[in-house]
């Protein structure tokens, strides 16, 4: 998720209630989130959206239960009838803690798009999170986890376990590659579940790409070919590491990313009336 610019920390937020629905908190003075959720909006289409808001609903469900899912499911609808048909946005969902848990809005701009390409630091600690499974409570550790990477020349920072298992980066998923195969961390490591690596799941099925699921350690990821795949950007290969020693390796990159990036990219959808609801199976 991207860092919000001091231009976007003026939008006031769009606090919902049942009665009121979405109306302008220019007074808002949020405390830290405990589940958000973001996606792009490009001239109305959005990928994966009812992902997201199911992603979404699991996490509050987890993480703040006092918020009943059909309040949820009401904030959500709300949402989506808000969604603009023209311009490049990146809004973020937000739900609080407290005595009258709260949900918001944030309708931020759209970043302009980065570089194809990512450079990626491996920090000298293992992953601080301590929800790593839900968007939202370890945002302030995430944030600061990337100002380090900026400093070391870097784009986004890993992660990884005590053991050395590579789990994600700080605002990305990731996959690699082995031979013709698409390799994704093994199910049960504690990650955050991806929409657009679902999307890139999917699209490895329709071209009949062998998908692997496994464990791979940190000495060897770098040696793989390795991209990074969030909401905002969509895949982008890594073209380099950056050591804990600040040390720089170059990355192994091949043509074939170009194609699924493109791919990835143009698998939208429009906003329709029920899309926070799972698509119909044909």
């Given at each position: 998720m991207a860092v919000p610019s001091l231009d976007e920390r003026s939008i006031p937020r769009l606090a919902w209630s049942e009665r009121s629905g979405l109306t302008s908190a220019p007074e808002w003075r949020p405390d830290e989130p405990a589940v958000v959720d973001s996606w792009l909006v490009a001239e109305g289409r959005v990928r994966g959206l009812p992902m997201h808001g199911r992603r979404f609903l699991r996490a509050c469900a987890e993480t703040v239960p006092e918020l009943p899912p059909a309040t949820v499911q009401c904030f959500l609808d709300a949402v989506r009838r808000w969604l603009p048909a023209h311009g490049r946005w990146f809004p973020r969902i937000e739900a609080y803690r407290g005595p009258e848990p709260r949900l918001a809005l944030w309708p931020r701009p759209a970043p302009?798009?980065?570089?194809?390409?990512?450079?990626?630091?491996?920090?000298?600690?293992?992953?601080?999170?301590?929800?790593?499974?839900?968007?939202?409570?370890?945002?302030?550790?995430?944030?600061?986890?990337?100002?380090?990477?900026?400093?070391?020349?870097?784009?986004?920072?890993?992660?990884?376990?005590?053991?050395?298992?590579?789990?994600?980066?700080?605002?990305?998923?990731?996959?690699?590659?082995?031979?013709?195969?698409?390799?994704?961390?093994?199910?049960?490591?504690?990650?955050?579940?991806?929409?657009?690596?679902?999307?890139?799941?999917?699209?490895?099925?329709?071209?009949?790409?062998?998908?692997?699921?496994?464990?791979?350690?940190?000495?060897?990821?770098?040696?793989?070919?390795?991209?990074?795949?969030?909401?905002?950007?969509?895949?982008?290969?890594?073209?380099?590491?950056?050591?804990?020693?600040?040390?720089?390796?170059?990355?192994?990159?091949?043509?074939?990313?170009?194609?699924?990036?493109?791919?990835?990219?143009?698998?939208?959808?429009?906003?329709?009336?029920?899309?926070w609801e799972p698509p119909c199976a044909h």
């Open positions: 302009e798009p980065g570089a194809g390409e990512v450079t990626l630091w491996i920090p000298p600690d293992p992953d601080p999170r301590l929800w790593p499974t839900v968007k939202g409570p370890d945002l302030r550790v995430l944030a600061g986890l990337r100002k380090r990477a900026e400093a070391a020349g870097a784009d986004d920072a890993l992660l990884y376990d005590g053991g050395g298992t590579i789990l994600e980066t700080a605002h990305s998923a990731l996959v690699w590659w082995r031979g013709d195969e698409l390799c994704v961390p093994e199910a049960g490591l504690p990650v955050l579940p991806s929409v657009t690596r679902a999307h890139l799941e999917r699209l490895a099925g329709c071209w009949r790409c062998p998908v692997r699921s496994e464990r791979v350690d940190l000495a060897e990821l770098p040696g793989l070919e390795t991209w990074t795949l969030n909401a905002l950007h969509g895949l982008r290969p890594v073209r380099a590491w950056v050591g804990a020693d600040g040390r720089s390796r170059a990355a192994r990159v091949s043509p074939r990313a170009a194609d699924w990036r493109r791919a990835v990219r143009h698998r939208a959808v429009l906003p329709a009336c029920n899309l």
